[in-house]
């Protein structure tokens, strides 16, 4: 399955996808992953991936790049349960407009340098650089915000201060694109790109062999000591060889399983009772992407109209839609978040009911032209059924079920050519701005993150004053009133939370921890 941050798109200067964490913070030391005695003596983990885009965490675009970037490239935080742990800092106080990190003694570089608060400042000065163009810096630092950071060695303190408040960057800083490129990386750039930076490392796994779209393999650094201060125990060992090999199709990935050519492979809800409890095997099953309607909504077209996108609401039945798209494994979603991220409000009561008779009398003979990716359920069945929940209301509906690039391309690229799509979009740092901030601001031809062109100006206000809150029940409220000002407008219609899903053979284990979408941890454990 091809996926980006929308599980197919680079995040625009708009876009601020990031978690609540305001006030002060404090966590407890690093300690060395209890997974990691002996590691050096496991075997290898063979796995799947899509095809990365490049080895630059700082450009990372794709999933791909995102999970490649994980091995190399070591954060400040990590995501797990109940909140954040330590990664390259010990520990860390903030408040809305700054951070200050205290680094782990025990870090170093590939090469042997030390990882000392110069060597972050560097990593985060080239991340934040206009030139870099970062695709994820509005999410880590808020869109539009002005970012000093300051090194103290002798301390061993990073300071990063902003110029407005933004609760939501410590949890940025966990995600896998922010990871910190030693020297010998930010020296050739072109290397880094192409993972061939000698020595750019800080994190446990270094890129020893990879074909282009074919696989990809990482060894383990025997001197690697920086594992992460995680609260929830992992079971197993780490891996001294990780390879990943390109296999897109779920069928044929559980095949590769089954047969033994691979330990843990991604599949979809179909494949489960292959592996279920059959012959050794599991499944594990984590908490993933988002998928809601979004509208075009530019002037002249069908759904410029609010009553048209309310009888769209009527039409679709979300129950029918997980169970078509996850086979039950997804959870209906209210707020275009997964359950358990802050300010996510559980209750439906705001949520425009199923009306088919209602929808009928509106949508009848209108054309709705509607494309979606294949990630939507097997072979895109998602997009299936909203086709033909649609068609039973009256409307003549043309679909184009059609593979993330070409999604892109059209969403993204030509605003003329599609009314209605299914978005499927990951929300790596688990924050309710992600969503909202694809339907505030420009517009994407105008360089915004704004796809359906909405205009709803209690969004937009609601959406600044979150963006800027300085402590959490601000920013929940605002955000809350933000998105049921975009559901009672039906802007965009929740659907479900779709799993990610691994296949494992017997002695292997995945697990994403605090929702971490980067930074699935895979174990050998038999």
């Not at 075009?296 to 609401?313: C, H, K, L, S």
């Not at 072979?379 to 209301?393: C, D, K, P, S, V």
């Not at 184009?400 to 499927?424: E, I, M, R």
Request: hydrophobic share 40%.
């Amino acid at each position: 399955m091809r996926q980006t941050r929308t599980r197919a798109v680079p995040v625009t200067a708009a876009v601020a996808m990031t978690a609540v964490l305001a006030g002060c913070t404090t966590t407890g030391s690093t300690s060395g992953d209890p997974s990691g005695g002996d590691a050096a003596a496991a075997t290898k983990i063979r796995t799947t991936i899509d095809v990365p885009a490049g080895f630059d965490p700082a450009k990372a675009l794709s999933l791909p790049d995102y999970l490649l970037a994980r091995n190399s490239y070591d954060t400040l935080v990590r995501k797990d349960d109940g909140g954040l742990v330590g990664g390259l800092a010990a520990k860390w106080n903030n408040t809305p407009t700054s951070a200050t990190f205290t680094l782990r003694a025990d870090a170093t570089c590939a090469d042997g340098t030390p990882i000392t608060p110069t060597v972050v400042k560097g990593s985060l000065d080239r991340y934040i650089a206009p030139k870099t163009a970062a695709p994820d810096l509005p999410t880590v630092f808020g869109p539009g915000n002005t970012v000093k950071v300051t090194a103290d060695d002798a301390a061993r303190t990073v300071t990063i201060t902003l110029a407005r408040p933004w609760g939501d960057m410590v949890t940025g800083l966990s995600v896998a694109s922010t990871g910190i490129v030693c020297p010998a990386g930010l020296k050739d750039l072109k290397a880094l790109a192409a993972g061939k930076a000698k020595g750019s490392q800080s994190g446990p796994y270094l890129l020893e062999k990879s074909q282009s779209g074919v696989s990809y393999s990482y060894t383990l650094r025997p001197e690697y000591k920086a594992w992460p201060a995680w609260r929830t125990k992992i079971s197993g060992k780490v891996a001294a060889t990780l390879e990943y090999l390109v296999s897109p199709d779920p069928t044929a990935t559980g095949n590769l399983v089954t047969s033994g050519q691979l330990d843990i492979g991604k599949i979809d809800a179909s494949g489960i009772p292959r592996f279920d409890g059959v012959g050794g095997h599991s499944v594990s099953i984590s908490r993933f992407s988002d998928f809601y309607l979004l509208f075009n909504e530019r002037p002249g077209t069908v759904f410029a109209d609010v009553a048209t996108r309310r009888a769209v609401a009527q039409a679709v039945d979300r129950a029918a839609f997980t169970k078509v798209v996850s086979k039950d494994t997804g959870e209906p979603s209210t707020m275009f978040v997964q359950k358990g991220v802050p300010c996510n409000e559980p209750a439906s009561s705001f949520l425009v009911p199923t009306d088919k008779a209602a929808a009928a009398d509106v949508l009848k003979g209108k054309k709705i032209r509607l494309v979606g990716p294949q990630v939507v359920g097997p072979a895109g069945a998602g997009n299936q059924y909203i086709q033909e929940a649609l068609r039973a209301a009256g409307a003549d509906v043309t679909l184009a079920n059609v593979d993330v690039g070409a999604w892109v391309g059209t969403v993204f690229g030509k605003p003329d050519a599609w009314d209605l799509t299914v978005f499927a979009d990951l929300n790596f740092l688990g924050s309710l701005a992600n969503p909202l901030a694809h339907f505030v601001g420009p517009t994407v031809p105008e360089g915004g993150g704004n796809l359906g062109a909405v205009k709803n100006p209690v969004v937009n206000k609601a959406f600044a004053q979150g963006a800027e809150a300085t402590t959490d029940k601000a920013r929940c409220a605002a955000y809350q009133t933000a998105a049921k000002a975009l559901i009672s407008q039906v802007d965009a219609v929740p659907l479900v939370n779709d799993p990610f899903i691994y296949a494992l053979r017997k002695g292997f284990s995945a697990q994403m921890l605090g929702g971490a979408l980067d930074d699935p941890i895979l174990r050998i454990t038999g």
